[in-house]
Every structure is written in structure tokens, then in C-alpha cells.
């Protein structure tokens, strides 16, 4: 069996591949098409970098499972399961916002033991392994200790859907600027969002309708930094699509409660 440190190693060498297809990309130039939903972008870097991980995780692990965006889930008996989303960020990536990164989940037995989120413009590798905490370039980071909103720096983000969960959203929104709080970011990467509430530079993050690939790293490096990271009702997430409240520790439960409409409000996604 590949010991932990291992695997992280391939996860950070399958970031640096898609790392260098991203940049080509876009200084190069790519193609952008949309999958049904003309706001649901992919762009040829999007394919290519979801290439690279899968084909260098399947050179080391062969039986490994693997569930990408673009590519989808191949079964499999092993108890290792990859989570990627090789370009999270893509609209910011298509309209040549330089700010989105590759994020790579590596599940034991369903469990997240290694997480790695890669931003290639910042030259910024957020990681954590089981057991390891959580780091940024090497340097351990850790969750902000805020306990007041008027200290807090917040994130949100809005999924492709639109109507009820924006309306939802958008009343979070509200309800926050009414704690007073010092500001909201929204940008466009979830996994980054995680990975910048992991290193304390946000306080709060927030969003509606997130799928296990957008989130499996970025929830982890979060936690494994001492925040706690659950869906609406307060629950560990899973792989299933979710409601996610993430926050440093004093401040999560007061924000599930500031949120408790999304508690009571069916799921619609
Ligand atoms: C999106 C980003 C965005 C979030 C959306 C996601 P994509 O992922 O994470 O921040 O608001 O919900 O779908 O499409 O860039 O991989
Ligand atoms: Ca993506």
C-alpha cells in the first residue's frame, strides 16, 4: 500500500503537470465551448490539464479510482478514490482572469487524506496530508481566530443555477453586511475560497450547491488548518453535491444560525 507521503508527492507532481498546460493555455490561447448551460464553461486547457493528472496518477496507480469534472467517474475495486477538478475557476480562466487552479483530492476508504490545490499565477501550492496539518508552499497555516463579524472577511460564491439559490444566496449576503462584517470576496474558485479561509486570509465562506470535485481538497487543507467546514444542517460533507458553511471555529456556529433558512428551505439542485 502507497504510504501517505507518496501519494501526496504524485498529487503535487499531477498539479505541477496541469500547472504547465494551464499557462501555455493562456498564454498561448485555448478554446472555450459550453456543456448545455451557455453560463457552464469548459476550455480546451480544462480537457488537457484533466489529461495530464489522470494519465500520471494511472502510470503510478493503475487501480486507483478516479472522478474528474470533465472525464467523469471509472469505477473501480480499489479503496483510493481521486477527486479533480483540473481548472477550478474556469470562466475566470475563459474570460483571461488570471485567477483559478487545479484542485486534487486523494480518498482513502472515503475518507480525504491529501489535498492538493494549485494556483499557478500566484505561484501558491496549498496542501495537507492526514495527520500532517495544513501548508502553503511548506509553510504551515493555520485558520483565523476570529469570533466577531466585524473582523471578518468573508466569501461566497454563486453555481450555475439560477433563481432560488441565488434569491437564498443573496439574502446570506444581506444578513452578514447586517452583522457588520468588513467585507465579502467572491472569487470564482471554491477551492481557492477553502484554501484562503485554511490560511486565515478569509474568515467565512459560504455557498450553495458545490460538487465533491469544486470542494474535496480545498474542505480538507480547510480543516486540517483547524477550521470547521459542514454543509447546512451542520453535518460532515460527503461526495454528493452540497450546501457548504465553512468558517473559523468561533465563528461556523454563528454563521449555521445566521443561515438557518437554508436549513428549513428544501434543497433545489
Ligand atoms: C465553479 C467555481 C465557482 C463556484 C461554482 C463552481 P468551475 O467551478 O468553484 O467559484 O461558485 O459553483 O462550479 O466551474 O470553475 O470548476
Ligand atoms: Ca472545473
Not at 60 to 76: A, K, V
Not at 114 to 123: Q, S, T, Y
Not at 230 to 237: H, V
Request: glycine residues 10%; charged residues 20%.
Amino acid at each position: 500500500m502507497p504510504s501517505i507521503h507518496e501519494i501526496l508527492e504524485i498529487a503535487k507532481k499531477a498539479a505541477a503537470a496541469a500547472r504547465a498546460v494551464q499557462i501555455k493555455g493562456l498564454t498561448e490561447g485555448h478554446t472555450v465551448t459550453h456543456k448545455g448551460r451557455t453560463n457552464d464553461l469548459v476550455t480546451s486547457a480544462d480537457l488537457e490539464s484533466e489529461r495530464v493528472i489522470r494519465t500520471l496518477v494511472h502510470q503510478h496507480y493503475p487501480d486507483h479510482g478516479f472522478l474528474g469534472e470533465e472525464s467523469g467517474h471509472s469505477s473501480s475495486e480499489s479503496p483510493w478514490l481521486w477527486v479533480v477538478d483540473p481548472i477550478d475557476g474556469t470562466t475566470n480562466y475563459a474570460r483571461g482572469i488570471p485567477f483559478f487552479c487545479s484542485s486534487i483530492a486523494v480518498r482513502h476508504e472515503g475518507r480525504t487524506v491529501v489535498g492538493v490545490v494549485d494556483n499557478p499565477i500566484a505561484g501558491e501550492t496549498f496542501w495537507a496530508a492526514e495527520g500532517q496539518g495544513a501548508f502553503l508552499n511548506g509553510r504551515p497555516i493555520q485558520a483565523s481566530t476570529a469570533e466577531k463579524f466585524t473582523e471578518a472577511l468573508m466569501a461566497t460564491g454563486f453555481y450555475y443555477d439560477r433563481g432560488r439559490n441565488i434569491e437564498l444566496t443573496l439574502s446570506g449576503i444581506q444578513k452578514f453586511y447586517n452583522q457588520g462584517i468588513m467585507g465579502l470576496r467572491r472569487l470564482g474558485t471554491c477551492a481557492m475560497d477553502l484554501c484562503y479561509l485554511a490560511a486565515g486570509r478569509f474568515d467565512g465562506y459560504f455557498e450553495i450547491g458545490i460538487n465533491a470535485w469544486d470542494f474535496a481538497a480545498g474542505e480538507f487543507i480547510a480543516r486540517q488548518a483547524g477550521c470547521t467546514v459542514t454543509d447546512e444542517q451542520g453535518k460532515p460533507l460527503g461526495m454528493d453535491k452540497s450546501y457548504i458553511i465553512a468558517g473559523s471555529p468561533q465563528l461556523h456556529p454563528q454563521m449555521l444560525e445566521i443561515l438557518s433558512d437554508w436549513r428549513t428551505t428544501p434543497r433545489v439542485f
